[in-house]
């Protein structure tokens, strides 16, 4: 099967489904498919060899973060460049709905299209004043999915229709057989995440970590992502500092050793998240995971049974649970145990196939994708910008 996905954001600002996108693609290929993935990239980012760039992406406030999308006329222009070379069977779009490649491919293409919903905003009054410029668009696609409940809730609210729920996928084993790194083992907690975004909850972790350090001396922090390290710490005694190891941004072989070497991972996230995709990989790898008790993460999560969740924002709470963790390598071996188990559901072999059978079902009998000639009156609906 040829088959084209469309990623909305820069692929070269690393994101959960920038992730997802890459991981599925070379799922497909290692499967015997044909697959282009048309993605936002500055000129001098490498891209393997089945990603087309689509030209510069721009900064832009999105769903409580800051997205780097590309959009405009010019963007347009190598959509539909990339449709007509591609020839392809499917495309499959992520967030169509985003002022980026995704809404311009839908515009642009006409056949089979599937749609990836990540998104779970319960309040977007954007989406909701956008409806009667995205529906045009919305319409054409074949099939939806979403990455869980509560983006598919955002759908059906915001946009109408409905979706089947597939989650995100990980490569369970890549996780699980890495090796652990003797300098980040004894007494570690594990963060993932861009430094200065605020939502990822690094603050509510900094306010908790005097607590913990208070009870258990000599735990250490290690943090891993993008952003300034000075202001991050800045709220700690001076001389707590130093118990925060920064390493800045790390491999994805790193990742994988990282979360096998902490005793507990905590994802203290404050909202905007869909899924959560970190803490697939935390358990992947064994790690305890302590959350923060988004609708999303506690879903991840078996309601609390493959980890424990404190209040969101409360660190307080996060500092008890992770001083009892801590002390509790017997509770720690059964988060293992149990989030060993329960994250084979989210494994590519599983979410691949669950995917396939919705590109099958909407290219069955069907013609290949194609460029819908309206595009140019759509264009003209509000394409400007610049790429």
């Not at 500055?42 to 999308?69: F, H, I, K, Q």
């Not at 668009?137 to 915001?158: D, F, G, N, P």
């Not at 506690?298 to 801590?326: H, P, S, T």
Request: glycine share 10%; hydrophobic share 45%; charged share 25%.
């Amino acid at each position: 099967m040829r088959i084209g996905i469309v990623c909305p954001y820069s692929w070269d600002v690393p994101g959960g489904v920038q992730f997802h996108i890459r991981d599925l693609a070379e799922h497909l290929i290692r499967l015997g498919h044909e697959v282009s993935v048309l993605a936002p990239a500055d000129d001098e980012t490498p891209l393997p060899p089945y990603v087309v760039s689509a030209g510069r992406a721009v900064p832009v406030p999105y769903n409580g973060s800051v997205a780097r999308l590309n959009f405009g006329f010019l963007s347009a222009a190598r959509v539909r460049r990339w449709l007509h070379d591609g020839t392809f069977d499917v495309i499959h779009i992520h967030e169509p709905a985003s002022p980026s490649l995704g809404l311009l491919s839908c515009w642009a293409a006409q056949g089979p299209i599937v749609a990836t919903f990540h998104t779970s905003n319960p309040r977007s009054r954007a989406m909701i004043a956008a409806y009667p410029i995205l529906q045009p668009a919305l319409e054409k696609i074949s099939a939806r999915i979403a990455v869980s409940e509560y983006a598919r809730r955002t759908l059906v609210e915001h946009l109408g229709g409905d979706a089947v729920v597939i989650p995100n996928g990980v490569d369970v084993d890549f996780f699980a057989k890495a090796e652990p790194n003797p300098e980040w083992q004894g007494g570690t907690i594990g963060f993932i995440g861009r430094i200065d975004e605020p939502r990822k909850g690094l603050p509510v972790l900094m306010k908790a970590l005097p607590k913990i350090l208070a009870a258990r001396p000599g735990t250490r922090l290690l943090v891993a992502g993008r952003g300034d390290e000075e202001e991050a710490v800045a709220s700690l005694p001076a001389g707590m500092r130093e118990r925060v190891e920064f390493l800045g941004m790390v491999s994805d072989e790193d990742k994988a050793r990282l979360l096998r070497s902490v005793d507990v991972y905590v994802a203290p996230n404050t909202g905007g998240e869909s899924f959560g995709i970190i803490l697939v990989e935390a358990m992947s790898a064994g790690a305890p995971v302590l959350a923060s008790d988004l609708d999303a993460f506690a879903q991840v999560l078996d309601q609390g049974a493959a980890g424990e969740l404190f209040g969101n924002e409360d660190a307080e709470a996060l500092a008890k649970a992770a001083i009892r963790l801590l002390g509790d390598p017997v509770r720690r071996t059964e988060l293992r145990e149990r989030g060993s188990a329960h994250v084979r559901r989210f494994d590519w072999s599983t979410v691949g196939a669950d995917i396939l059978a919705v590109y099958e079902t909407v290219t069955d009998g069907a013609a290949s994708v194609a460029t819908d000639e309206r595009l140019g009156l759509r264009a003209r609906w509000g394409l400007g910008g610049r790429d």
